[in-house]
């Protein structure tokens, strides 16, 4: 193995996990401060990992991160699965194929069934250059046009791309609107807007904890999809992680997809991937 070459250990997975998680739970919690998201919301512990749920039809209803700090029980199973079904919703897990093999078996003994994965991509952003395309301007947007870098980002998430394999879930934009507002209101999120020839063409935000930057929130209009758009978000925001001296940039993407591919070209690794599993109320 070369010196460069990124090896993921459960150490460094299980670092990733929980900046998964201390994200999800804080959209979860900046939903109920704002009034998004229902009494009945709820992220809940569990075993190292986190129990969500964020009004119906969220993307944010999931667990996250389990399999790192021990398996959980089965009375604990049994109060997520109730948890989920007072408020009539489907339980899905997110596994990272890193976590304890026990707690895959335990999930399809209870009935779970696999419906599809994604893929968690990382580098080292030190010690390296992120030129951006002359074609696009990235900026970063952290005091304002709030409103035109959210529109921008729900746009281009109601029209994925059709590369790769299609997306496994589907959201209204009123619901994609709240969830992405919740998130980049997580601690220490930055919003980045690329613009080409003057008009905003995407959107993207990191997050950066722990040493670790999560580039996540990127999309891109259709119209201006193919002409760099995308790139110049990654180098952007690689930039600014390189910057803040992190160790590690991160970014998850469905599998085979566009956004794969231009992570990979920009020296994006494949470090482990999620299945999902999910149970659909008794």
């Not at 074609?135 to 791309?161: C, K, M, Q, Y």
Request: charged share 20%.
């Amino acid at each position: 193995m070369s010196e460069d070459a990124l090896f993921c250990d459960t150490g460094m997975a299980a670092r990733i996990e929980r900046m998964e998680t201390d994200a999800i739970t804080g959209g979860v919690s900046a939903g109920l401060r704002r009034g998004t998201v229902e009494f009945s919301g709820f992220a809940q512990e569990i075993a190292g990992g986190a129990a969500c749920f964020a009004g119906p039809g969220s993307p944010l209803n999931k667990v996250v991160g389990v399999g790192f700090a021990g398996v959980p029980t089965v009375a604990q199973w049994d109060a997520v699965e109730q948890a989920y079904a007072e408020v009539g919703a489907p339980v899905q897990v997110e596994l990272a194929h890193l976590a304890d093999p026990r707690i895959g078996a335990d999930l399809t003994a209870r009935g779970y069934r696999l419906t599809s994965f994604e893929n968690v991509l990382g580098l080292r952003p030190r010690g390296r250059a992120w030129p951006t395309p002359q074609s696009v301007e990235v900026r970063r947007d952290d005091e304002n046009g709030f409103d035109t870098w959210l529109d921008i980002v729900v746009d281009g998430f109601a029209h994925p791309d059709d590369d790769g394999l299609p997306a496994h879930e589907e959201f209204p934009r009123d619901i994609l609107a709240a969830v992405v507002r919740d998130l980049a209101a997580a601690g220490n999120t930055h919003r980045y807007l690329a613009y080409r020839d003057g008009i905003p063409a995407g959107g993207g935000s990191l997050r950066m904890t722990g040493g670790i930057a999560a580039l996540a929130g990127a999309a891109t209009l259709p119209e201006h999809r193919r002409q760099g758009v995308q790139t110049a978000l990654l180098s952007a925001r690689l930039g600014a992680a390189a910057a803040a001296d992190c160790d590690l940039a991160v970014v998850t993407t469905e599998p085979g997809s566009k956004s794969q591919k231009n992570s990979q070209a920009q020296g994006f690794a494949l470090l482990y991937t999620r299945a999902v599993l999910v149970k659909d109320p008794a």
